[in-house]
């Protein structure tokens, strides 16, 4: 009986959930009761996926408003796979919040964090869950609102001006997409994304639609920080509380991605959005720019949250590029890679936030000694780093694979050979931070060994045994990326 | 009795755990060097347990794990593999008892974490010795760099620092932008990257594409030191001595020949690539590589640096010898293995000698040297003859298939190469014992010399000699006992 409701209830526990951590107030208390509320989430996203892979595609008509007059729930494979992404880094993240966030954000505001968090992550998993364009935008606005705030209790007061910033950039991006839908509803009459796909042959060739898939790439493009529109990110995650740009940085950006597709590929399923030549080669051409670009500019930071912010911006590159070849490989690549990379991220910023806790900065040249330190936080900021450069046994190896692969098929080389080239940047920024923490003596007068407390240790250990498994035996993952880039591109039904 | 596949996983298991269990004796030098030798010893046993099955031909194997679909991690020892694995498990029971005299009468710190990668090390080199596909030598070649990367730069001075970086630049660099690029790109051609006797590649696409991919595995494949990308090794030898003397000179550098040597055989194929004729540049870019390093070694006053400029050149005979695609070849290039192996540990291991007894680094303070420690600088000029090719030592036999296989493909010009670069081996090795033996000692001696005039013998500690000896025997023993590894290596060449 309850089955049959998951797919509501994989939005609705944490929607109600939210505005009862601001009743509790207690931060010990709304800790607690945010624990149970992502680890629910999480349970019910890895049975949804289950009964998805068994069963095949589920719909679900919300208050029983039949598709495509009410609004509909759909998860197949690809949202089943980034449900179990947002809800698992979610419910990891959760046990690693509480010491971090204590020592981030002030006392009195702190049940607010819980509150926004629950928020974001209603919003991130609406946006994966709906079949609906419109209710995509109001998950996207309930996301996005609630991160300006998460970004805002930095206690670095820059966190309020790249708070700002986010929300002006955040706000244009959200804006754009309405526009879009707008222009689509015009033209259609529907809100259904199963509707619109059947509807959208007729209009595929009028302006107004031209004009919608402008808007709608452009809007998107923001949010998912798509060179060049990527502005917001480095400040955002380099001055939001840790924890934040944990949570961020593995999921919003990569939701955004899922949006990009959901769009592309099953909206304008039916007509060449992307096939026209230009699109393609424009596309690919941000991609390989935003790899580039966003390696370069990591290699010259001083700060390791900023490093790495820099570095999302171009792993989100290589899964703009993996869209942008349409082709099964292609797709797998940048789904798959959607998944390697929050995992990594979400390490990588586990660490830095056990580095802060511990030795009070995240610039680099303070971590001399870090090694001796703090071995265990940096033995998993070493392996993760690895994950960053595409070693392999690694997950970073497996999206890595599939990039080149996809561009081998096409016989795009000079692509296959960019793709190396920037892992070789990825190299050089992992390795600044690695040298400093291992072969620099410690300070005079440092303690000797202090390590991050264990709460914090686990999940971060947790991802990154993940990130070495999903490495070594990636035949499941691949299988759900493969099969989820097959169903968008019409391979198979 | 265990399974064939067991003993391969076992092989890989033995120096892993050894590693942790040197980790957890290190407050206990003695117990942590007895760990280090049980490991040594044990890995050697296990891995000639699997020598008499390989030699009656039987290939055993075993699959670990799938990691993408149709991509396994998987094991399989042919005689190639076999040989190395035996080489590099059984010199490392010496550089262990070596290395025990030297880090110990060297002072050296950190000597746990030394041990610890030296153990994972060796386990990487039996993982590529044993690979049975592309895929899994490629993740064990990089651990390797990977694991080798702490050993280099163990002092952790600015220099090692900087060689460090040039040695993980180069390695990691060259295998991800070449190497992986050309496994991706077999991948996609032929759909398998499982060693095959006789190939992949074959028919199944243009003699162009064969030729790129060909040069970007010997170019990828950046531990075989081939110019111009060999300046890592020479950056390499900040490091402890043996380090140098077992990874530099065997293990890490003969992984790159080794490797160069399977893709040849086992994904390219000789006679398909020998029909195509698309290694003849890289024959001449071995040659070149093996003339100018010489001439790069000759300058070299600094006693490592030249013999690892030496060892770039007698690296690339191997390269040549895969690239001469014949019989004979790739048999020379086998044997090279070998037979440099053992005779420049033997170097490496009496440089180590000369600096924890006298101090000394450099070739030009060591003259009369020899008078004090004759029992190095013999074993140094015996080994320094194997290097040049001379009989009664194993190199001799190297040399010897390596020109007949240049002959077979009708390059003079090759075996002229080789032959001057055996005369200028003879010039710059042979001249470090002459002046040991007969040279004076410097005006000015440095400020830890002892007064040498005085004709005491003065040795490095007991275990380096025993390893001098025990490497400089094998050397010898390897000319009159050639029959296992030439029967070994023949089945790789036998249709």
Redesign the interface.
Known sequence: MIQAHLPALQVIIPLIAAPFCLLIRRSDLAWAFSLLVTWCTFAIALILLLQVNETGTISYPMGDWSAPYGIEYKVDLLSAFVLVIVSGIGSVVMPYARLSIEREIPWPRIYLFYTMYLLCLCGLLGIAITGDVFNLFVFLEVSSLSSYVLIALGKDRRALTAAFRYLIMGTIGATFYVIGVGLMYMMTGSLNMADLAKLMPLVAETRTIQAAIAFLIIGLGLKLALFPLHLWLPNAYTYAPTVVTIFLAATATKVAVYAFLRIIFTVFGNVPVLQKEFMTDFLMFLAIVAMFAGSFVAIYQTNIKRMLAYSSIAQIGYMVLGISFISVAGLTGGIIHIFNHAVVKGALFMAVGCIFIKMGSVYIEDLAGAGKRMPVTMASFVICGLGLIGVPLTVGFISKWYLILAALDKGLWPIAAAIVGSSLLAVIYVWRVIEVAYFQPAPEGAETRSEAPMTMLAPMWFLTLASVYFGVDATRTINIAETAAAYLLKVIQ | MISPGMTILLCLFVPFVGSFLILATGSRPNLRETMTLLTAITLFLLVASIYPLVAAGERPGIDV?????GLS?AFKVEPLGMAFALIASFLWIFTSIYSIGYMRGHHEENQTRFYFYFAISLMAAIGIAFAGNM?TL??FY??LT?CTF?LV?HH?TEES?RA??VY??LL??TS??FQ??AI??T??ITGTLDFTKGGILAGTTDNLTVAILLALYVFGIGKAAVMPFHRWLPAAMVAPTPVSALLHAVAVVKAGVFTVLKVTVYIFGVNFLADINVSEWLQYAAAITILLSSLVAMTKDNLKARLAYSTVSQLSYCVLGAMLVNSWGILGGGMQIAMHAFAKITLFFCAGAILVAAHKTEISDMGGLGKTMPFTFTAFFLASLSIIGLPPFGGAWSKFYLAYGALEAGQLALVAALMISSLLNVYYLLSIPFRGFFGRPPETPGHYSRPQSDGEIHEAPIPCLIAISVSTVGCVVLFFYTDPLYNLLKQIILP
Not at chain 2, 65 to 69: G, Q, R, S
């Open positions: 794990v799938e990691m993408l679909p991690i895929i490629f993740i990089e651990v990977l702490p730069a952790g620092k460090g970086r993980l630049g990691l660099g991800i932008a992986l690029f991706i790109w991948w996609v």
